[in-house]
């Protein structure tokens, strides 16, 4: 039996490590194109905000992913009512058909009860709280985004698709996805989702709030009538109808738990507390509904720009070393590596969001990452 942490047999990260750079070369494309057709597509506090989240949760994934994949092995070995699709031939070519419509309905699911249960809503809504949309929001992921996915994707074990298969598709998909989170391309849709289907989704005038919601496919959201396109008199205000409180990707993981807290303190009763937890986010009718607060963006020094950028680029680094090379860290060195990227990223977004203090300790984090880049090869 292998190990739970056996990550080279596991562990999908590295084609995630491997991405990277290729999101930053795509967002720096974008960023370019924005200042050609003098838009503002990007804000410095907003953008690291959105790399923190993406950074901490493909790091979590380290010790998350491989319980996610062990599970998909033991329902693929347990409850699977078909393992043919091996086969070769035009029977093998409909198993990736099958991967691919199952995985992204599993998602469009998945997806929309993000936006139906409260509870749910806290994690995924950190995907909805920038009021930008571009590339980076394809990387604002919440860090507990896959604590509760499985069940979404039990059909894909159950209809006997190898475990290959699906973590293909799915990787396909969320690399799909990235495109769709852009202003400024445009293309027909032939049934797929575009970034002019998709602005919608992170709109939060009224009439757009939770609708669209397939990641790669339309189908499933005119199946159900979660389809909706941008109207005319009613232009896209992109964010979350409780506003943007922070630029910490870190902070922003727990936002929503804490005002979810809050609102269940201030129910009358246990009923209203489950319905608080379990109804729809912000929407029960015996608590009023919460303020609209949208977090100025921060101006910084062009030293103290510089300065910030740097700091994300060594956790950037180590966040790769890691990843990549997953196979050569032991589980000490993986926990301790991983706990000194989000003490960073937390230092760095509480810089951004202008925390009494945070420049001091900092620097004092910053002046302390030779000893910590000590440790780790002490642990090697």
């Known amino acids: 039996m292998q190990h739970p942490f056996d990550f080279a047999a596991y562990d999908t990260s ?3 490590a491997l991405g990277i750079p290729v999101y930053l070369v795509l967002m720096g494309a974008e960023w370019l194109y924005g200042r050609r057709q003098r838009r503002e ?4 506090a907003d953008t690291l905000g959105n790399l923190s ?3 901490g949760e493909v790091l979590i994934g380290l010790f998350l992913g491989p319980w996610l994949v062990g599970l998909y092995d033991w329902a693929f070995a347990h409850m699977a009512i078909y393992r043919g699709w091996d086969q070769s031939g035009a029977h093998h070519a409909l198993s990736w058909v099958v991967a691919f419509l199952a995985a992204d309905f599993g998602y469009y699911v998945y997806h929309r009860c993000g936006h139906r249960v409260a509870l ?3 994690i995924h809504g950190v995907h909805h709280q920038s009021s930008r949309f571009n590339l980076t929001i394809a990387m604002r992921h919440p860090w507990l985004s896959d604590s509760y996915s499985a069940p979404f994707y039990a059909l894909l074990p159950i209809l006997g698709i190898p475990r290959t298969q699906f973590f293909i598709a799915i990787s396909l998909i969320s690399f799909y996805a990235l495109t769709v989170h852009t202003q400024l391309a445009t293309r027909p849709g032939l049934g797929l989702v575009t970034p002019a289907t998709h602005i919608v989704h992170h709109c939060r005038n009224p009439r757009y709030i939770g609708r669209n919601l397939g990641a790669m496919f339309t189908f499933w959201d005119r199946l159900f009538g979660t389809h909706v396109t941008l109207h005319p008199d009613d232009p896209p205000d992109v964010g979350t109808p409780g506003g943007h409180r922070s630029f910490s990707g870190v902070r922003a993981q727990w936002v929503f738990f804490e005002e979810l807290y809050d609102r269940c303190r201030q129910a009358p009763g246990w009923k209203d507390r489950l319905r608080v937890l379990l109804g729809p986010p912000g929407r029960s009718a015996a608590l009023p509904v919460l303020p609209d607060v949208r977090a100025a ?4 020094l062009l030293r103290e720009r510089l300065y910030l950028v740097a700091q994300v680029a060594i956790l950037v680094g180590g966040s790769v070393y890691l990843l990549w090379w997953r196979e050569l860290h032991g589980t000490a060195v993986l926990l301790a590596g991983v706990g000194w990227v989000l003490a960073g990223l937390h230092s760095v977004g509480a810089v951004a969001d202008g925390a009494p203090g945070a420049w001091r300790r900092e620097r004092v984090r910053a002046a302390l990452t030779p000893v910590m880049l000590g440790v780790l090869v002490a642990l090697r």
């Open 120 to 122: 749910l809503w806290c």
């Open 14 to 16: 590295a084609w995630y």
């Open 41 to 44: 597509v990007y804000g410095f």
């Open 297 to 300: 963006e921060p101006v910084f």
């Open 53 to 55: 989240c993406g950074l």
